[in-house]
Nanobody
Framework: VQLVESGGGLVQQGGSLRLSCAAS????????MGWYRQPPGKQRELVAA???????NYADSVKGRFTISRDNRKNTVYLQMNSLKPEDTAVYYC?????????????WGQGTQVTVSS
C-alpha cells in the first residue's frame, strides 16, 4: 500500500486547511484510516480515525474543529481542519490499516507539514 498526502501548508490562526491521503496498491482491504501528528519535540499522537463504516474517533484537543471523512471508492481519507491554533502546528501523518487473511498491516504516509502562525 502506498500513501500520498497533500494539503499541508502555512495558515494564520483561525484559518482552515484540508488534508488528503490517497491509498493505492493492495489497498482493497483497508479498514481504519486516520491521521496522526507530531509536534516539534513531542511524540506522535492520534488526531482522528475513521472506520470503513464511518465510525469516527477524535483527540479531545481537536473535537469540534476537525472533521475526518473518507471515500471508500477512492481509498482516500480527508481531514478538514478549521479554527486552527498555533498548537496544531505539527507534521501530520496519514495512517491506514489493511487487513489481509485476518491479519492487520499498518502503513504510514510521508508526512505533511502544517504550520499555524499566531
Amino acid at each position: 500500500v502506498q500513501l500520498v498526502e497533500s494539503g499541508g501548508g502555512l495558515v494564520q490562526q483561525g484559518g482552515s486547511l484540508r488534508l488528503s491521503c490517497a491509498a493505492s496498491g493492495s489497498s482493497f482491504a483497508i479498514t481504519t484510516m486516520g491521521w496522526y501528528r507530531q509536534p516539534p519535540g513531542k511524540q506522535r499522537e492520534l488526531v482522528a480515525a475513521i472506520t470503513r463504516g464511518s465510525n469516527t474517533n477524535y483527540a479531545d484537543s481537536v473535537k469540534g474543529r476537525f472533521t475526518i471523512s473518507r471515500d471508500n471508492r477512492k481509498n482516500t481519507v480527508y481531514l478538514q481542519m478549521n479554527s486552527l491554533k498555533p498548537e496544531d502546528t505539527a507534521v501530520y501523518y496519514c495512517n491506514v490499516v489493511n487487513r489481509i487473511l485476518g491479519r492487520d498491516y499498518e502503513y504510514w504516509g510521508q508526512g505533511t507539514q502544517v504550520t499555524v502562525s499566531s
